[in-house]
């Protein structure tokens, strides 16, 4: 079983920031590649970023560019997204996703998902 745990969320004005943090268990963390997701009520969920488990290349989609920042630590076993000059656009649910296939155009979602968290941008 694996587990992963998104925080981080929450309420913020239009301009401002957030750091997404997703924690993982039951696995060797550091062996995967991972993603962040997210969706809006009755949108399809995307992939927000991308990075890969071996060398760390990065993916962002084309609307979060030079806003968000994907890292990860594997000695905490975390993975991060800060996210900057937020958007009401940018309002959904975040999800954390690992064991995909990273290429460089994009994010092939694996199996497991964390619960997600709220982002809400507000006006």
């Known amino acids: 079983q694996v587990q992963l745990v998104e925080s981080g969320g929450g309420l913020v004005q239009a301009g401002g920031s957030l750091r997404l943090s997703c924690a993982a268990s039951?696995?060797?963390?550091?062996?995967?590649?991972m993603g962040w997701f997210r969706q809006a009520p009755g949108k399809e969920r995307g992939v927000v970023a991308a990075?890969?488990?071996?060398?760390?290349?990065?993916y962002y989609a084309d609307s979060v560019k030079g806003r968000f920042t994907i890292s990860r630590d594997n000695a905490k076993k975390t993975m991060y997204l800060q996210m900057s000059s937020l958007k009401p656009e940018d309002t959904a649910v975040y999800y954390c996703?690992?064991?995909?296939?990273?290429?460089?155009?994009?994010?092939?979602?694996?199996?497991?998902w964390g619960q997600g968290t709220q982002v809400t941008v507000s006006s």
């Open positions: 996703n690992v064991g995909g296939l990273y290429h460089s155009a994009g994010y092939f979602a694996g199996n497991y």
């Open positions: 039951g696995r060797t963390f550091s062996s995967d590649a």
């Open positions: 990075i890969s488990w071996s060398d760390r290349m990065t």
